[in-house]
């Protein structure tokens, strides 16, 4: 789980019991704070779950994860959630090579379009909400045409890539809810798969 945060998938893993690990990876200050509050909450961290602490900008996520113990010729699944927008083109692109040198990798990311992309009508509101990120020390740093997000994926090995865009997105998760969401240019997630 890259840029893991407070999610708590790893204290459920229901695939334990059959061998199947979880890492997560985050910025160091943020996964003390996270371990810090397991604690405060009596929350004990499964023998399945191993923290390795990693800034995406200035380490190198191999050198981390091998350094937690991670063992990159075995197949893995990587969860990338809520991260992608706030890093770097280069570290996203780094990232994306180290899990495709990865046998059998697959990832899941989420991702915003480039401003230019929106209608007139909207334009203006993505932006304000990005500066609204940028002003709480948040910057939106990467932006990706969904083409061209496709075509790099593909470049670096990934035979399949699902992206759904926010049609795609109510659809598949939102249920009854999705009469009001807007569709159009916006928040994607992506799943890309090495082929077998
Ligand atoms: C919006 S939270 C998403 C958390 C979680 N994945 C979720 O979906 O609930 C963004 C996460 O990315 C992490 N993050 C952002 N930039 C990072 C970097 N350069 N290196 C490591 N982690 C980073 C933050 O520490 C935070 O945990």
């Known amino acids: 789980m890259l840029g893991a945060g407070l999610d708590t998938f790893s ?11 979880v890492f ?11 371990r810090e509050r397991l604690k405060q909450a009596g929350l004990a961290v499964p023998a399945s779950l191993t923290f390795a602490p990693v ?23 990587f969860q990338w959630l809520g991260v992608v927008p706030y890093l770097t ?12 040198g990865v046998p059998e990798s697959g990832v899941v990311f ?27 020390g948040e ?3 990467s932006l990706f045409d ?3 997000l496709s075509k790099m994926l593909r470049n670096k090995g990934f035979g399949i890539v699902e992206d759904l865009g926010m049609a795609g997105i109510a659809e598949r998760f ?11 240019p916006g928040a994607h997630i992506v799943r890309a798969q090495k082929a077998r």
């Open 174 to 184: 939102y249920g009854a809810l999705k009469q009001g969401i807007v569709i159009g």
């Open 11 to 21: 204290l459920r893993n229901p695939h334990a019991g059959q061998g199947v690990r």
């Open 110 to 136: 989420d991702y915003a379009e480039p401003f230019e992309n929106y209608p007139d009508d909207r334009r203006a509101d993505v932006m304000t909400i990005a500066a609204r990120a940028a002003s709480r």
């Open 55 to 77: 800034d995406f900008e200035r380490q190198s996520l191999a050198e981390g994860l091998q350094a937690a113990g991670f063992q990159a010729d075995r197949p893995a699944f």
């Open 139 to 141: 910057p939106w740093l």
């Open 89 to 100: 083109r280069e570290a996203v692109s780094l990232t994306l090579d180290f899990i495709a």
């Open 24 to 34: 997560e990876v985050d910025y160091p200050a943020t996964q003390t704070w996270k």
């Open 146 to 148: 969904p083409a061209e």
